[in-house]
């Protein structure tokens, strides 16, 4: 059965850093865009970022970066100066067709949370 599987949420401080994983199981990520999402208590998901399959080696946005090793068919959303309005659950999902196609696998999620 493939799927995602997200890891590395936690509780971090205001101004923390946390990198959040994503490894794709049952299935090869090379070829795949993965998108990394959050939806906070409340709030609509939103897209945080996209990584193309081929052409990105990473991709920022912000404070965030994503980045991918298709040899480890896992990526990574690495998250710098935490704002208590970044708590959230964290998914990603891996898309066939690219960033603008729908997507095909997600993950079940991790939570972060910035708090003192």
């Known amino acids: 059965q493939s799927h995602l599987v997200e890891s590395g949420g936690g509780l971090v401080q205001p101004g923390g850093s946390l990198r959040l994983s994503c490894v794709a199981s049952?299935?090869?990520?090379?070829?795949?865009?993965v998108g990394w999402f959050r939806q906070a208590p409340g709030k609509e998901r939103e897209e945080v970022s996209c990584?193309?399959?081929?052409g990105d080696s990473a991709v920022n946005v912000g404070r965030f970066t994503i980045s991918r090793d298709n040899a480890k068919n896992t990526a990574w959303l690495q998250m710098n100066s935490l704002k208590p309005e970044d708590t959230a659950t964290y998914y990603c999902?891996?898309?066939?067709?690219?960033?603008?196609?729908?997507?095909?696998?997600w993950g079940l999620g991790t939570q972060v949370t910035v708090s003192s």
């Open positions: 999902a891996a898309a066939y067709f690219g960033c603008q196609a729908g997507y095909d696998y």
């Open positions: 049952g299935f090869t990520l090379n070829g795949y865009a």
């Open positions: 990584i193309r399959s081929v």
